[in-house]
């Protein structure tokens, strides 16, 4: 008789978690593959769900904003967007009005002018004004970063942090718990100085929040005073000395400096998730006022498993609808979901130049096997694809004709668009989008072209096993 009744209880826990799946999953395939464990390991599957497959997260963000500590969203039809922008030149082009529009519906945060946006070419240019910035610090830093390195680039930077700790600044460190791990010992061990406040995102443990070991935060924040901010794809570490030919793990990449009101879009990025690190209240900040000559456009874009919406996938769908002339990608790890496929190869047909720039040795072996199963696709509608010799390119760019640019944290692969917490910039400035296209015209040409014939040249066992990775790329 126990064993009818606990049987019973086993088989509503697994019928009532299955459609709860059923209800709330938005993607087809992750609710067939929760209701299968429901109902294959009854009992345990329907533990795994609860445990594994709810997006509390989410659940928490809607409290800071229930509490009034996350800029809420605009109210439909009205536009809090400061200032106008209707009578901007850049904007009175359809393809980027429609491209701003939907960027309005999609994001809580407005579109500013009056910014300036530099790029900063690997750690040689990057880290030296990073730690200028931090030197020139009177009131407060906050530092965000995925991985903090514990060799001499990351000793300089915790010496840097400390020194501003001791002269009264206010400091604040949020390292990732997982990304913090791939250099020994753990940066945060370096602090010596009990000034500066360190944090760990989702430190893992078998308990409460730390069970989301996939769900990491793979931003790059630096805001000094809220008057100046950096971001870009660029952690902190010696990898990043490119020009160091001895370094065996030397690594490309491009950060940006910020000035202008959207430095505040970045602070309260910082604050939203050392909120969630940490427990501590946070009021959003002002906006700096903008800085002379300052005509970039931008808008900060925080997303994760957090928001209500894919809004990269959004952005990037949208971004490639609205191109004209000529579409620009460079990412290291590219794995492209169906409505990205789409998108580009609609952009192709329509006959914007596409061009795909991707290391030709990834450090993520999987990552580029599972990259290469896609090429085919790609190829036989126009889109032109390179390989980039080393070292390897951690850069992160999208460029769209002559005016729009998105640069930031993201990949263009399922980790970023869906479980990562990124930081992007969308800017709206012809002579950044120049600087950037002249970047990555001169990495093209020293890259090699890869061919349909290649592709469809390749061996048997070579394809199965690109295949085989294409099959896990949701999980890659």
């Not at 946006?117 to 970063?145: D, K, Q, W």
């Not at 925080?302 to 894919?310: K, Q, R, T």
Request: overall charge positive.
């Amino acid at each position: 008789m126990l064993d009818t009744i606990l049987w019973l209880l086993i088989f509503i826990f697994s019928l009532v978690s299955a459609g709860h799946a059923l209800l709330t999953k938005r993607d087809p395939r992750a609710a067939l593959i929760w209701v299968l464990i429901c109902f294959t390991l009854p009992g345990l599957g329907a533990g795994l769900y609860w445990l594994l497959g709810i997006n509390r997260i989410r659940t928490r963000a809607r409290d800071w904003q229930t509490r009034g500590e996350e800029r809420p969203w605009p109210e439909p039809n009205t536009s809090c967007w400061l200032p106008p922008v209707d009578d901007d030149p850049v904007f009175l082009h359809e393809n980027n009005a429609a491209l701003l529009a939907l960027a309005d519906a999609v994001t809580r945060r407005p579109l500013v002018s009056g910014n300036l946006v530099e790029p900063l070419f690997n750690g040689e240019e990057a880290y030296p004004a990073m730690l200028e910035a931090i030197e020139s610090a009177r009131h407060e830093i906050n530092l965000a970063t995925y991985i903090f390195g514990s060799g001499r680039t990351g000793k300089k930077f915790v010496a840097a942090l400390e020194a501003a700790a001791e002269r009264g600044v206010t400091v604040r460190v949020l390292i990732d718990a997982i990304g913090e791990r791939y250099d020994f010992p753990p940066a945060r061990r370096l602090f010596r100085s009990k000034k500066v406040r360190i944090a760990r995102f989702l430190p893992p443990s078998l308990f409460g929040r730390g069970i989301y070991l996939n769900l990491r935060n793979h931003r790059k924040l630096l805001v000094i005073d809220n008057r100046l901010g950096f971001t870009g794809g660029m952690n902190i570490g010696d990898r990043h000395l490119a020009s160091d030919v001895r370094n065996p793990r030397r690594t490309a990449d491009v950060h940006f400096r910020v000035q202008g009101p959207v430095v505040g879009q970045l602070q309260e990025a910082f604050l939203e998730d050392w909120a969630f690190a940490t427990g501590d209240r946070f009021q959003n900040p002002e906006y700096p006022p903008a800085v002379p000559g300052g005509l970039a456009f931008c808008r900060g874009i925080s997303a994760g498993p957090n928001e209500d919406f894919d809004k990269l996938m959004w952005l990037l769908v949208g971004a490639f609808n609205s191109a004209r002339e000529h579409i620009r990608i460079m990412t290291p790890y590219f794995i492209p979901d169906r409505p990205l496929l789409v998108a580009i190869n609609s952009a192709a047909l329509r006959g914007v130049k596409v061009e795909i720039i991707l290391p030709q040795k990834n450090n993520l072996p999987y990552v580029g096997w599972a990259a290469r199963a896609y090429f085919w696709e790609l190829l036989q509608y126009g889109a032109r694809i390179y390989y980039q010799p080393p070292p390897f390119n951690h850069s992160k760019l999208l460029l769209v004709d002559h005016h729009y640019s998105l640069v930031g944290s993201a990949n263009l692969d399922p980790r970023s668009l869906r479980l990562n917490f990124e930081f992007n910039l969308t800017v709206f400035d012809r002579e950044l989008n120049w600087k950037l296209s002249r970047h990555f015209d001169a990495v093209r040409d020293q890259s090699r072209p890869v061919t349909q014939a290649e592709v469809d040249g390749r061996p048997l066992p070579v394809k199965l096993l690109d295949s085989v990775c294409k099959l896990f790329s949701p999980y890659l």
